[in-house]
Structure formats: C-alpha cells, structure tokens
C-alpha cells in the first residue's frame, strides 16, 4: 500500500484548504486511514481517521473544524481543514493500517506517506 499526500502550502489564517491522499497498491488489505500532523517543535499528532469501507470516522477532540472523508472510486481520502489557524501549522501526514479507526496511536498503522506542510501565516 502506498500513500501519496497533497494539497499543503502556505495559505492564510481563516482559509479552508482540502488535503488530499491517494491510496494505492492493495487498499482492499486497509481498514482505517487517518491523518496525523507534527508541527515544529512538537510531537506527533492524531487528526482524524476514516474507515475504507464503511465511512466512519473519528476525530480528535480539538479538530472540530476539520471533516475526513473518502471517496472510494478515486482512492482518496480528503481532510477539510476550515478555518485554519496559526497553530494548525504542521506537516500533515497520511497513514493506513488494518486496525481500529479510534486508535490514535501512529504505532497502530502500517503505511505511511511522506507527509505534506501546511504553513498558515496570521
């Protein structure tokens, strides 16, 4: 399984920017994707994880303004960020595994893509 994650940049405080990472390889062996995110300085992050076939998710208590969703047909899964902020600053990883989607452990996946940075100037 490969990830390929897109959709950073610089962009300004109050934007809405839609990442974007393409599943490829086998996602039929993935249960759960999610996004983890790491900004300078700081550890590790859980973001929000989807289910592959069923459309849960799960998010983490402070993302209330991101929304994770998939679209199957194009093996993609999207993370809308609304209304960003300068702490949402971040290189922001994608990440697959055939575990539970509540676990925010980046040990409990098994594929990860090579990230994409997120700069959110004020």
């Known amino acids: 399984v490969q990830l390929q994650a897109s959709g950073g940049g610089l962009v300004q405080a109050g934007d809405s920017p839609t990442l974007s990472c393409v599943v490829s390889g086998r996602p039929d062996s993935i249960y759960a994707v999610a996004w983890f995110r790491q900004a300078p300085g700081k550890e590790r992050e859980f973001v929000a994880a989807i289910s592959w076939s069923g459309g849960r998710s799960y998010y983490l208590d402070s993302a209330d303004r991101f929304t994770i969703s998939r679209d199957n047909a194009k093996n993609t899964v999207y993370l809308q960020m609304n209304s960003v902020k300068p702490e949402d600053t971040a290189v922001y990883s994608c990440?697959?595994?055939?575990?539970?989607?509540?676990?925010?452990?980046?040990?409990?996946?098994?594929?990860w893509g090579q990230g994409t940075l997120v700069t959110v100037s004020s």
């Open positions: 990440v697959a595994g055939s575990g539970s989607i509540y676990n925010g452990n980046p040990s409990g996946y098994d594929y």
